[in-house]
């Protein structure tokens, strides 16, 4: 163990476990990927450019898979082109590898390897936050790790504190660190790592070798954004490489959630052979939540007690686009878009002081209600609503996935209108589409925040 003594004048408070390096996007669907590594199985592209082109419209100038974001307008997809090759199985995407194809879409657009990577590097910055303040306050730090140079300024406050930090690993490898916390509070974390053997926990004193940057900063009534710079992750041939800028963006109030990464790429590599997803941008907005400021309304309950309602906004969107090359089309690119949504407001009881609300859904007074602005019902001007029930369950309704290959063979996934279970899947535009089950692979993730609502 290596101990390096530093004396201040007071003491800083570094919690840096604590700063919610660990936390993901609620948007975000992903194991940690911490232990046991093996980047197998994931998607994967050869990092040309998409060769869809947002913004096309069908002959009616109509789009049928343009769908509204969350306060914003619609940003519609390019419709698929009907085939003319009566074989369609001469098409680089045909009823042969559809079902394939679209899972690998469907978990690029779910985070499956991203998440785990930004996850792991994150964890591991915070790690190194914490092996700095035993620096700084002249504790033991762990044994694969020694200091080759510290730095550390006071800046304005006790509580502010800039430092930097070089390590060498037990390898040979090196890690440059700084660290700046302030009051409010605000971190930022900037770790680059130079061939360095890390433990595996519970693996019997294994390690593995990371590479690259990662760039992290957080504070109160901001967003948070975590950038990686070729961050590689690698143990014998399997190694996992990612870039890209990821932000939770800062909302007033929990129950608005948005997120995306720009600019991103993954390499994986084993013993397969090489294989990337690249270039990908990804955004996700959801909102659950009364109107701000809230619009009361009043109407009589089944039992005649005056009761008052609010509106709430229940609605989610996914937008992203990548190119996706897989080895169901002999690795020619699979150019993805997607905009997908759901939008199911609703009305629900906000209880007057003293008043019980009902143990029964709005819906439950019948396909429509009067109800008026004011408590005073009897003498306010009346209006008539529908019910708006809240949904069972939440789960996409309008727009979809379009898969374009280069040969111009395409595949459409979109929501069932009738069946919430089920998707329908379309190909080269024949017009005929087929049911394929959620629940089989096909579900593209919900926001967490809508996860429950109404159950």
């Known amino acids: 163990m290596y101990r390096y003594s530093v004396t201040f004048s007071q003491t800083f408070l570094v919690v840096a476990i604590a700063l919610g390096l660990t936390g993901c996007s609620s948007s975000e669907s992903s194991s940690s990927g911490e232990e046991n590594f093996n980047p197998g199985n994931v998607l994967l592209s050869d990092g040309s450019e998409p060769t869809g082109s947002n913004g096309s419209q069908d002959n009616n100038g109509q789009n049928p898979l343009a769908t509204p974001s969350p306060g914003s307008s619609s940003n519609p997809l390019p419709s698929p082109t009907p085939s003319n090759n009566e074989n369609s199985s001469a098409k680089l995407i045909s009823d042969a590898n559809v079902d394939e194809l679209l899972m690998q879409a469907i978990k690029a657009l779910n985070l499956t390897r991203l ?9 591991r910055g915070s790690e190194l936050a914490a092996i700095g303040r035993s620096v700084v306050d002249g504790e033991d730090i762990p044994a694969h790790l020694t200091v080759a140079s510290f730095a550390a300024t006071k800046v304005a406050t006790k509580n502010n504190l800039n430092f930097d930090i070089t390590y060498n690993c037990s390898n040979g490898g090196r890690i440059e660190q700084h660290l700046r916390l302030i009051e409010g509070p605000f971190s930022r974390i900037r770790v680059l790592f130079e061939n360095c053997a890390w433990p595996i926990a519970d693996n019997n004193n294994a390690t593995e070798i990371l590479d690259g940057r990662v760039v992290y900063s957080s504070g109160r009534r901001s967003d948070t954004v975590t950038t ?4 590689t992750r690698s143990s014998g041939e399997a190694s996992a490489t990612a870039s890209g800028v990821h932000t939770n963006f800062y909302s007033h109030f929990s129950a608005s959630v948005s997120s995306e990464w720009a600019n991103a790429a993954v ?5 397969a052979g090489t294989k990337t997803l690249s270039p990908f941008s990804w955004k996700s907005e959801a909102l659950h939540s009364p109107e701000v400021p809230a619009q009361y309304i009043y109407t009589y309950d089944l039992s005649g007690n005056l009761q008052r309602l609010v509106f709430v906004n229940h609605k989610a969107n996914i937008t992203a686009s990548f190119s996706l090359n897989s080895a169901a089309t002999g690795n020619s690119p699979v150019a993805v878009s997607t905009n997908i949504a759901l939008d199911s407001p609703y009305y629900d009881w906000a209880p007057m002081p003293g008043i019980t609300a009902p143990d029964y859904p709005v819906s439950d007074l019948g396909p429509t209600f009067t109800y008026a602005f004011s408590p005073e019902y ?10 708006l029930p809240a949904p069972s369950q939440a789960q996409w309704q ?14 459409k ?8 279970s089920q998707v329908l899947v379309e190909i080269n535009g024949s017009g005929t589409p087929t049911t394929r089950v959620v629940a089989d692979g096909y579900q593209i993730a919900l926001p967490e925040v809508l996860i429950g609502v109404g159950q």
Not at 398 to 411: E, I, P, Q
């Open 115 to 123: 998440s785990q990577v930004r996850e792991f590097a994150v964890k």
């Open 413 to 420: 996934l979109t929501p069932h209108a009738d069946n919430t």
């Open 267 to 271: 390499t994986v590599q084993d013993a």
């Open 228 to 231: 990686l710079e070729n961050f």
């Open 378 to 387: 009897e003498s306010a001007t009346l209006f008539t609503a529908v019910s």
């Open 398 to 411: 309008t727009g979809g996935v379009l898969l374009t290959a280069t040969d111009g063979s395409n595949a």
